[in-house]
């Protein structure tokens, strides 16, 4: 059934491997902001708890993109099976360095999925990506200003309390990339 269905779609097998590994990669990052989240708001960091809430939305949404466009373009999509997330920090700046290299992990891997769609001839993956490359611009500066908030405004006193408030000021960037 599998081959048959095939014959009636051009993505090849290759990709839609790819594609649905990043929709569990999505799927995962949007749990992970869900325990930073969690973390932030045991820890008194409401605002930053409001931020990583965002995120993890947008995670989500784009994990759906991805769903989608393999539905779309008639392949199979495989719901995601999310592993283990850290649910712990050592600290609240180490909540954003996870963050800060998620995203960067993220990155790479969307960059892996451009050069192989390109490799593949699959033009149509290679252009829904290019919304991704946008979004993860996006995406990492928004981790590394929540982070550059800690040299900037400082942790000793109530360092931490003025570095949550600045959280919330940063964009969430939702849905800002082309669409
Ligand atoms: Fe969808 Fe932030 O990676």
């Known amino acids: 059934m599998k081959d048959l269905l095939r ?3 051009s993505l090849k097998e290759e990709i839609e491997i790819l594609l649905n590994n990043q929709v569990k990669m999505e799927a995962e990052a949007s749990s992970k902001y869900l325990a930073m989240a ?3 708001d045991r820890n008194g960091f409401k605002n930053s708890a409001a931020y990583f809430l965002r995120q993890s939305d947008e995670e989500r949404a784009h994990m759906l993109k991805l769903f989608n466009y393999i539905m779309t373009v008639g392949g199979t999509a495989v719901a995601p099976e999310v592993g283990p997330v ?3 920090f050592s600290s609240f700046r180490s909540v954003f360095e996870a963050a800060l290299q998620s995203e960067i992990s993220v990155t790479q891997s969307i960059n892996r999925l451009v050069t192989a769609s390109r490799t593949a001839e699959d033009y149509a993956t290679e252009n829904l990506m290019h919304w991704f490359v946008s979004e993860q611009v996006e995406e990492e500066d928004n981790a590394r200003r929540a982070l550059e908030l800690f040299d900037v405004i400082g942790e000793e006193g109530t360092g931490l309390y003025h570095i949550d408030k600045a959280v919330n000021k940063i964009s969430s960037g939702a849905g800002t990339a082309a669409n």
């Open 86 to 88: 850290k649910q712990d």
């Open 38 to 40: 969690s973390w932030c």
């Open 7 to 9: 014959q009636h779609t």
